[in-house]
């Protein structure tokens, strides 16, 4: 059901002091002219950017003032200014941004200004992908039900947001499990350019209805309507019934930011029209008519938020520069130093394929750590996943920890994010990779540059569980590798079992890490790769590879599908004579450069295989390093064994077969390499 609230005619219903009021009043006045010096100071060229608040203080004044920030927790946008101020945010913090300086807590001069975050008020950081917030908002409130806390989540976007997919997905999920969060939506009319009358069809708060959600429209310029809307909405979170979108009717008087120029798309008479309905001198007239405030009252409010301002700003603007845009890419950074150069022995243990070896996994993890969850598609039991990788986590763990998610990958790693935030550990699953480019966004955007953008005030330590790889006859939806495109990202880490042991040893190390890491399973090695799976708590570093074979010939360095097949291949050429060494990279970043540069070393001849395109693929990065680092150690170019430039793989056997590396492919190149 949508409402829509009428103007709210006196404070004490919703049980504000005058104090309150006036509180409201000095709060909304600090950042209209935080707004203006902001706007001065890029015209006179001493700042870069600025994005603008004024004609919002109502909406965000007004939200902000319902929340408790010691339990509650906010998602801001960019143009929240007023709304981070009314939580209690110092303007010298948001000056600090603004001047992109060392100490700014935010970002530390990493990020543009108006991308907030605070972790002691639980303002959880914020990036300029549109929409992206609310799937994280969903997660933290997921957890905050599921722990049992009444602290609500409020997450803040413009109208333009809502035509993001991330949006909707999140509306859907927060539905389902009547999650205590609200979507606040500040709709000012205008997305940049973009008349609402091109961008939403209907009306915003009509379309919670189709979520199960209550609508309600308020007056984004009556700040005790908008206070009224939310405190109700949060008092319904708190007491279990659900979350509530609000549509706040609002606009903006100045340009997008300043780098846009408004005139284009509006008029002087239309903004002079809105300026009728300022907030804030609505406010002061409320004020006035109730003789909470006179004319030297509101002289002081303004002189001292005039001081306030000026003080911060030149205290900001004389603070050291940032120095340092290396560090903070990883929570846990991990270069190896020391090669592996002997040959890595099974550990003992119960025979088991892959498959097998994941499940099992799973469930030691998440009977080991309490604070672990696992979702995706068809993940909880009965199913247990299409491959049955979670089977009986549901039953063991309960429908909390181990449940199903729409079909929405950008939801689910959204959700994790979320839920990061919060002390959780998440595990992901993706059906497969061929899927997760939905979900793209949420990986590059947000979980890789979380710790690296807010200057390591927040960690992101999930888990992707990401079945890939052909062989299976699967096609071209259901074969693709694409580890070469998150292992270029930073502030990620990837990682590719390929014997049961590492499977557990990998995934144990992946959930105790603090950096978000994608854990790739092939899925041609589920039931083919058998072998021990030890007991207990046993792991396997990130960023160490391991020596499968050793021979003085040359060196295959492989991962995944084609780990297993280069070591049948050593086999077979060793009948030859042929002696092979096999390395296994089982982490593709952090990579293993240390036992990388020792192989090259020891047989100067490199034979790279994957099973991704050879063009870009993973192997021409390896391939790089070792020309450009261990040139000098090499008797014959490095060589490269890949799929060639197709869509990976055609469905019918013989198609796939043509095209995907196999062991008599490899073997032909390693004779001919070791003949070189």
Not at 243 to 258: D, F, M, V
């Amino acid at each position: 059901m949508t409402l829509e609230l009428e103007t709210i005619s006196d404070h004490t219903v919703l049980g504000l002091s005058d104090n309150d009021l006036l509180e409201m009043y000095r709060r909304m006045v600090l950042a209209r002219k935080l707004d203006e010096r902001t706007w001065a100071l890029n015209r006179q060229g001493r700042v870069g950017f600025v994005v603008s608040v004024s004609g919002h203080e109502g909406t965000q004044v007004g939200a902000a003032y319902a929340l408790d920030p010691e339990k509650d927790w906010s998602l801001p946008y960019y143009r929240d200014v007023a709304f981070n101020i009314g939580l209690g945010v110092s303007v010298e913090d948001i000056f600090l941004g603004v001047f992109a300086k060392k100490s700014d807590p935010a970002s530390g001069g990493r990020q543009m200004p108006g991308h907030w975050s605070e972790p002691d008020l639980n303002i959880f950081t914020h990036s300029s992908a549109i929409a992206t917030q609310y799937p994280h908002a969903a997660g933290i409130a997921y957890e905050l039900k599921r722990g049992g806390s009444d602290g609500i989540v409020l997450v803040s976007g413009g109208e333009g947001s809502t035509s993001e997919g991330d949006w909707h997905e999140a509306m859907n999920f927060a539905g389902i499990h009547d999650l205590p969060v609200i979507f606040l939506i500040q709709n000012n009319m205008y997305a940049i350019s973009v008349p609402e009358s091109d961008q939403i069809a209907g009306q915003i708060a009509n379309r919670a209805n189709g979520y199960g959600i209550e609508g309600v429209v308020v007056d984004g310029n009556d700040l005790l309507t908008v206070y009224g809307a939310t405190a109700a909405a949060i008092g319904k979170a708190r007491a279990g019934e659900g979350p509530t979108l609000i549509e706040a009717k609002t606009y903006r008087y100045y340009a997008h930011t300043s780098d846009d120029d408004d005139k284009l798309y509006r008029t002087r008479e239309e903004v002079e029209q809105w300026r009728r309905k300022d907030p804030i001198p609505a406010f002061r007239r409320y004020l006035v008519e109730h003789r909470l405030l006179d004319t030297a009252a509101e002289e002081a409010i303004d002189q001292e938020s005039a001081s306030t301002i000026a003080a911060a700003a030149e205290r900001a603007e004389g603070a050291a520069d940032p120095d340092d845009a290396l560090s903070r890419v990883y929570a846990a950074p991990i270069t190896p130093v020391e090669p592996v150069e002997t040959i890595e022995r099974e550990p003992i243990g119960e025979e088991v394929n892959l498959i097998t070896a994941i499940n099992k996994s799973l469930h030691h993890v998440m009977g080991l750590y309490e604070d672990t969850v696992t979702f995706g598609e068809d993940v909880a039991d009965p199913k247990g996943g299409v491959f049955k990788a979670t089977a009986g986590l549901t039953d063991a763990f309960g429908a909390a920890r181990s449940f199903n998610t729409p079909v929405s990958e950008a939801l689910i790693i959204g959700l994790g994010i979320g839920m990061a935030a919060t002390g959780t550990k998440a595990i992901i699953e993706i059906q497969f990779a061929d899927f997760i480019h939905p979900g793209f966004d949420q990986l590059v955007s947000e979980a890789a540059r979380i710790h690296y953008r807010s200057n390591g005030r927040w960690e992101c330590p999930i888990v992707v569980r990401v079945p890939y790889g052909g062989g299976i006859h699967g096609a071209l939806y259901h074969s693709q590798s694409i580890e070469a495109l998150y292992a270029h990202i930073p502030g990620l880490k990837v990682v590719v079992p390929s014997t049961p042991s590492d499977a557990k040893g990998l995934l144990l190390s992946a959930v105790e890490d603090p950096d978000p890491v994608m854990y790739l399973e092939p899925k041609k090695l589920y039931r083919l790769a058998t072998g021990p799976l030890p007991s207990g708590d046993h792991r396997v570093p990130l960023g160490k590879a391991a020596l499968r074979r050793d021979g003085a010939d040359l060196t295959i360095i492989a991962y995944g599908s084609m780990a297993h097949f280069s070591i049948e291949a050593a086999d077979r050429l060793a009948e030859e004579g042929i002696q092979v060494s096999v390395l296994d990279l089982r982490s593709l970043k952090p990579l293993d450069w240390p036992s990388i540069n020792a192989a090259v070393e020891r047989t100067s001849k490199v034979l790279i295989v994957y099973e991704d395109n050879e063009f870009l693929g993973y192997g021409a990065e390896i391939s790089a390093q070792i020309m450009e680092k261990s040139f000098d150690w090499l008797d014959a170019p490095v060589q490269r064994y890949a799929s060639p430039d197709v869509p990976t793989f055609p469905y019918a056997p013989a198609l796939e077969q043509q095209v995907i590396p196999n062991v008599e492919g490899i073997i032909e190149r390693a004779r001919g390499l070791a003949a070189y």
